[in-house]
Structure formats: C-alpha cells, structure tokens
C-alpha cells in the first residue's frame, strides 16, 4: 500500500511539472515583459494588462467616498427630520422625510446605472439636445399652473408623485454642453467673439431664467462650471480675467439692484444685531450656535437641540450645522475631507482621459469636480457664516430629489469616464 501511495505522488509530481511547464511556454508577451522588468515597472504595467473581471475595473476609494456621503446623508436626514412630525407646518409621520429621501436614493441610483452605461462618444452626441430639453423646462416652471412654488421661488415641475427641479438637471447638461463647446471651439478659444460670445449668450438666457424663479445659488454653480470648462480648455488667460470681472460687476449689480438680496448681504456680515437675529440672520445666528454646541466630538447623534424648531431647513441647506452639532469638529472635517476626496479624484480621472487624447470626457469629468467642489464650498460657507445665506443644498448628504439625482448621474458620467480609461489602457475599445 505504501508503495502505491509513492506511485500516486509521484505520478501527481510529474503532473503538476508538465501543467506548469505548459502555463509558462504560453505566456503572453506582455506577461514575459513584466517578469524580465520586474519591480514597480512591472506592477504597473501588469495592472494595465489585466483582463480579469474586478474591482480594478473601477476606482473602488472613489464609489467608496461616495457611498460615505450617501450612508452620513441617510443618517442626518434621519436625525434632522425627525421633528419636523411636531410642526404645524408639516403634519407627517417621524419617518416620512426618511422613506422619500430612501426613495429619491433609489430613482438617483437607477438613474445613474443607465448614465453609467451610456459611452461618452455618445453623451458628447447627445449634449446639445439635453441642453436644449433642459432649457425649456426652465421656461416650463414659469408658466403659471404648471411650475410650482414653495418658499416665494417657483423652482418645481410637479410629475404626479415626484417634483422635478430643472435647474439642478441644468447643472448636468451645462457641464456636458460646455464641454461639447469646448472641443468643438478649440482652435477659437483666444476670440471673443467665435470663442466667448455665444457661451456668453447661452449663460446670459439660462441666467435670466434662473432669476426669474428665482434661483442665484444654481446661477452662480453653473456658471462656475462654464467658466471653469473655458478656462481648463485654453480660452485667453487676459479674456478669461476680463470676463471674470465683468461677472463679478453683474453679481454685484443684481445684489445691489434687488432690495431682499442685499439685506441678506448686510445680515451676513452681522447675524447678530438685534434687527437681524430675528431677521434675515436668524438662520445663520442658529446656525452658528448649533456649530458651537458640537464643540470637538458633539452632543451626540439625534441630540441636537437647533433641529427642534429653532434652524429652519435643516435637514436640507443646513444639514452641515446638525453635523456639527451631534458630531462635532471631527464629523465637520471628516465631511471637508470627503469633499476635498471627490474633488480631487475627479480632475485627476480627467487629466487621466485627456492624457489620452479624450478631451470631452476629460472635460466632463473636470467640470462635475468643479460643480461638487464649488457646490460643497458654497453650502458650508454659507452654513459657518463665511458666505452670505444662499438656498444650495449640500452634495449627496442633504435631502431632495433632483439634487440628489443630478448629483448621482453626474458621479456616473465621471466613474465612466475612469472605466473607459481603463479600458483603454488595457488595450480595450472605449
């Protein structure tokens, strides 16, 4: 019998030698490169070359940040709403902002599967006609009996059982119309007049339709994202700073010129006199204090005393000051650092596409950092009273249903920008 057994092993020796010597006379060339180079050479090209289905076909630490913002939204809209069951305004159960935020989650997710499967050769196709949709339901919300209003600003287009805001749709196709002009324009960037104006014009009739909602906070996101599009696509760096310029002068003037706007302003800069802590700068006096009770660590999850009533919107604009308050310092910067995360890996997929000659992708991909980033730094400054008070809810974390919609598409056109980039460095087809 023990004879028997070394004739087995030695027999599933031989075997697993001729296996072995078969694997490696079939190498790929590529594989034989990589172990004749070795090292971190060797590392990286082996990635590139992989073909296995896997997570290194996506940016994992990416969808990881924003699994973070969605989970930390679900919990603070949560913890912020809860009270708004005792108001006399809302005459609702504790759970019901939580299911119909779960839900618009799900309408973003499925919405963001199908942009995700979409290649970007044909978003670029589609980007002047999505423009072009999207800018007639901004005049749809003004037609009296179709748009609706909430708060004194006609924003909403009803659907049934969902409201649709166009100006954050709007958000999603000016990154990709701007992007589309870009490369389009690319040889004209250096001339006002076939390079700039008919940007100019564009912005101008999206602007005068946002103003008459009105809705300045969209206005300024989207035309950070044109501005910023122009600038990453080589428009004159002496046109670029007169433009910026002669923006700032019309944001200026529309302040000045709009008696409601420019007290907001004056409140900004002292929330707590005793004519604005009851006025205009009574959300920002609760804001600050619910920040100053949160001190290093907070009062604790759901122990927040400013959601009671006291910081109006705060499951939406100022979701970050109930952060702070039950989480404090800690939950404060965590969400900076997500944020700063996000921005980041973003332009980086896009120097990452235009490094392959795939300057619209790169574009898109560069102007969602640009809309996330500008978007998060307006909310937050706004809720640490550094800006003055806009209605601009924070990415993937306050409540709404376009928002967050808008917000999840445009993650999706960047994840499949990187997944093409993938591709492509793996020898694929885009």
Not at 65 to 85: E, N
Not at 179 to 198: C, E, H, I, W, Y
Not at 240 to 254: K, P
Request: one cysteine or more.
């Amino acid at each position: 019998m023990l004879n028997a057994w070394r004739e087995k092993l030695t027999s599933w020796r031989k075997a697993r030698e001729r296996a072995r010597q078969r694997s490696a006379s079939a190498l790929p060339a590529t594989h034989a490169l990589l172990a004749l180079s070795g090292g971190m050479v060797g590392a990286r090209v082996g990635a590139q070359v992989r073909t296995a289905r896997g997570p290194e076909r996506f940016d994992v630490p990416l969808l990881m940040g924003v699994s973070a913002l969605v989970l930390l939204g679900i919990v603070m809209v949560y913890s912020a709403s809860i009270s708004l069951a005792d108001s006399p305004r809302y005459h609702v159960a504790p759970t019901h902002f939580l299911w119909r935020h779960m839900m618009s989650l799900t309408v973003a997710f499925c919405c963001a599967v199908v942009a995700f499967t979409v290649p970007m050769a044909t978003w670029q196709k589609l980007a002047p006609w999505a423009f072009i949709g999207v800018l007639l339901l901004l005049m749809v919300v003004l037609v009296p009996g179709v748009g609706k209003g909430a708060l004194g600003a006609r924003r909403w287009v009803a659907l049934g059982f969902f409201n649709i805001q166009p100006s954050e749709l709007m958000k999603v196709a000016g990154v990709l119309y701007a992007a589309d002009f870009t490369v389009r324009k690319q040889d004209l960037m250096n001339s006002f007049a076939k390079g700039f104006a008919p940007m100019a014009a564009v912005m101008a009739l999206v602007g005068l339709l946002l103003l008459l909602q009105p809705d300045l906070g969209a206005f300024g996101v989207i035309v950070a994202i044109c501005m910023g599009l122009l600038f990453l696509g080589g428009v004159n760096g002496r046109l670029f700073a007169g433009i910026t310029a002669a923006l700032a002068v019309a944001f200026v003037a529309v302040i000045w010129f709009s008696p409601w706007r420019r007290e907001r302003i004056f409140a900004y800069l002292d929330p707590w006199s005793e004519h604005n802590a009851l006025g205009k700068g009574y959300q920002l006096s609760h804001s600050l204090i619910a920040f100053g009770r949160g001190e290093w660590f907070g009062v604790g999850l759901g122990g927040s005393v400013e959601k009671l009533h006291y910081l109006p919107e705060a499951h939406t604009d100022f979701i970050l000051a109930v952060i702070g308050e039950e989480l404090g310092l800690v939950g404060v910067l965590a969400v900076v650092v997500l944020f700063y995360w996000l921005t980041k890996r973003a332009f980086e997929i896009g120097r990452q596409a235009v490094a392959l000659e795939r300057t619209f992708a790169g574009l898109v991909a560069q102007g969602v950092g640009l809309w996330i980033g500008v978007q998060a730094f307006i909310n937050m400054g706004v809720a640490m009273g550094l800006l003055p008070t806009k209605g601009l809810t924070l990415p993937l974390v306050s409540y709404g249903g376009s928002a967050l919609m808008a917000t999840c598409v445009a993650l999706a056109l960047v994840v499949r920008v990187d997944y093409e980039n993938r591709t492509l460095m793996r020898g694929g087809r885009a």
